[in-house]
Nanobody, 126 residues
Framework: QVQLVESGGGLVQAGGSLRLSCALSGRTFSSYGMGWFRQAPGKEREFAAAISRRGFSTAYADYAKDRFTISRDNTKNTVYLQMNSLKPEDTAVYYC???????????????????WGQGTQVTVSS
């Protein structure tokens, strides 16, 4: 059974940075494509970024391009989301997700991910 645990959320001022981490346990991390999603109050959960199982390919939502960077360390079973130039509208609960894959695919649809973490709150003050 896959377990995902996020960390690194918190309160930051607009323009600041945070790095989220998500550790996977229970299965072979390099067999999973990973994604980050976020959900603001009263809104649907939306895609932020995704990375292929070996880290060679990435994808970003338009709002995340040039500000967020997804990366992974397969030796540490961890995926990261570096978020820079944060804005108040980035305030949300951020979730990592895992999808068992056979190749270098990337998925941006939340329904393609079977395993989810509990989420970490990110609050950006103006």
């Amino acid at each position: 059974q896959v377990q995902l645990v996020e960390s690194g959320g918190g309160l930051v001022q607009a323009g600041g940075s945070l790095r989220l981490s998500c550790a996977l346990s229970g299965r072979t991390f390099s067999s999973y494509g990973m994604g980050w999603f976020r959900q603001a109050p009263g809104k649907e959960r939306e895609f932020a970024a995704a990375i292929s199982r070996r880290g060679f390919s990435t994808a970003y939502a338009d709002y995340a391009k040039d500000r967020f960077t997804i990366s992974r360390d397969n030796t540490k079973n961890t995926v990261y989301l570096q978020m820079n130039s944060l804005k108040p509208e980035d305030t949300a609960v951020y979730y990592c997700a895992a999808r068992l894959v056979a190749g270098p695919e990337i998925r941006t649809n939340r329904y393609d991910y079977a395993s989810w973490g509990q989420g970490t709150q990110v609050t950006v003050s103006s």
